[in-house]
């Protein structure tokens, strides 16, 4: 099945950096989420964003909603070492069914490491 | 909080055997999924219920797997026979249901071994 593009595949910073990934699309989506997935654990939602160019925010991670529909981007700011896992973006596109739910599609994560 | 929950949290088969699966959703979510995620990978949807009818099961292999939510509450997925490349975690995910900006709960998924 599709997935979506997500870079970095893989991160390692040290304590206190910064970090940044994205998610690329070849389709439109309307609505963007971030999940982070622990070890042996399912995907907890981070951020969800529902329009072109939001910008929000949760704490110390911050995410946006590309203009073109086909991206997003999440950031993290001085990083501690709970955030170590893997971060999944995840995209939903317009309903093509009556209830309104549409399926997310996942992108293939980016691993983060924060090496002591 | 609510939670989704999920048993067992590992199964561990012999290729060719039967397994199943059981997802119990938040309470008074009218939708819920069955994704697989293969080690490395996001999760890919499988089965998506609305109450008790499947809306969604495009990607669900039908020669050996089923899906069923017989009361609209709780689901069982079903592996038979199972085969090697079915080694992954199976997780279940549910939502309100109906509106078109709802946040999908997961629960702690099913981890399979193949053997």
């Known amino acids: 099945g599709q997935q979506l593009n997500q870079s970095p595949q893989s991160m390692f910073i040290q304590e206190g950096e910064d970090v940044s990934m994205n998610c690329t699309s070849s389709s439109i989506f309307n609505t963007w989420l971030w999940y982070k997935q622990d070890p042996g654990e399912g995907p907890v939602l981070l951020i969800a964003?529902?329009?072109?160019?939001e910008l929000t925010s949760n704490g110390r991670l911050t995410a946006q909603f590309g203009i073109t529909r086909k991206d997003s981007f999440l950031n993290i700011s001085a990083s501690i070492p709970s955030d170590v896992g893997i971060y999944f973006c995840a995209g939903r596109q317009a309903g093509r069914t009556n209830f309104g739910n549409e399926k997310l599609t996942f992108g293939t994560g980016t691993r983060l490491t924060i090496i002591p | 909080e609510a939670e989704v929950a999920q048993s067992p949290r590992y199964k561990i088969t012999e290729k060719s055997q039967a397994v199943a699966f059981w997802c119990d959703p938040i309470?008074?979510?009218?939708?819920l999924y069955w994704y697989r995620q293969i080690l490395g990978q996001g999760p890919e949807l499988l089965v998506q219920f609305q109450d008790e009818s499947v809306v969604d099961d495009s990607q669900l292999p039908k020669d050996r797997f089923s899906a069923e939510r017989l009361k609209g509450v709780d689901s069982t997925l079903k592996i038979q026979p199972a085969e090697l490349g079915d080694s992954a975690m199976y997780l279940c995910a549910s939502s309100p249901g109906g509106l078109t900006q709802e946040t999908q709960y997961f629960g702690p998924g099913t981890r399979l071994l193949v053997l």
């Open positions: 309470s008074g979510h009218a939708t």
């Open positions: 964003l529902y329009k072109a160019g």
